[in-house]
């Protein structure tokens, strides 16, 4: 009964990492350099895609 809790807190911490990097990525929002509007990185601007 002592080994199964020490499987918890690894699970965890892989969750955990995978959240962190994953994360600021998407969160980041860049300004567009034509428009100067806010944007995610890696896809064209609102404005500038029409």
Do not use: Y
């Amino acid at each position: 009964m002592t080994v199964l809790p020490k499987h918890w807190p690894s699970s965890r911490r892989q969750g955990r990492r995978r959240a962190t990097i994953t994360g600021p990525k998407l969160a980041q929002v860049t300004k567009c350099l034509k428009c100067g509007q806010d944007k995610r990185p890696g896809f064209l601007c609102q404005n500038c895609e029409k």
